[in-house]
């Protein structure tokens, strides 16, 4: 009974922890259980429906981690994909499997396009360090040019419809400081002018002005 309750314990803390794991890092450095493990813990019934639910949790959380990366067209495939056909006993826990994609999804797309910059960066390691690097002191200017252009290059693969150069603290931030009525002309104007002279390339500027207007 002691080992029972011990496995059952350790299967319950893996079914929490792995697909948490995955969605939020794509990796789980623990050992897995089988099918098996859960039979011999709970009983062939209640086991196997267990087995069958963290197998689904697993399949969420990867299919939410790999939204990261997708397009908008490959995510809504992905949740289409995931479209409950079951009629037989296994029909709760594909539409539950189904619902739950589809917040992901849900969740993914609007944290795209409410920060489109910081979401690309975010998934995107390569471009964060490129930008990054560009804003170190004494950096060329096209260094910025091109760290710009590797974010217009992530988020068009992300497939968002109005891409955005600047995180969305950036743009708020030199706009705050031109509506700020208590400094000087010079000091309100300097914010807004020096995000869009970071770059020399007037496609680059045309976006940054656009961005900072809306």
Do not use: C, H
């Amino acid at each position: 009974n002691e080992r029972d309750v011990g496995m059952r314990s350790s299967l319950e803390t893996i079914a929490q922890n792995a697909p948490a794991a995955i969605a939020n890092t794509g990796d789980y450095t623990g050992d897995l259980p089988s099918a098996g493990d859960f039979v011999r813990a709970y009983g062939a019934d209640d086991g196997l429906d267990r087995w069958k639910q963290f197998d689904a949790s697993m399949d969420v959380a990867k299919s939410t981690f790999g939204m990261r990366t997708m397009s908008t067209d490959e995510i809504l495939a992905e949740v289409e994909a995931a479209a409950p056909i079951s009629t037989g006993p296994d029909a709760a826990l594909e539409t539950k499997k189904f619902d739950l994609i589809s917040s992901a999804a849900e969740a993914t797309i609007k944290a795209r396009n409410a920060d489109p910059a910081g979401y690309t960066m975010q998934v995107f390691p390569g471009v964060a360090q490129a930008y990054e690097a560009a804003q170190e002191s004494g950096a060329s200017p096209w260094v910025m040019q091109s760290a710009l252009s590797a974010m217009q290059v992530a988020q068009a693969k992300l497939g968002i419809d109005e891409p955005r150069l600047l995180t969305k603290s950036q743009a708020t931030g030199a706009v705050n400081t031109w509506k700020d009525e208590t400094l000087g002309a010079s000091e309100r104007l300097s914010g807004l002018a020096g995000m869009v002279l970071q770059t020399s390339d007037e496609g680059q500027q045309r976006m940054i002005y656009d961005q900072l207007l809306d």
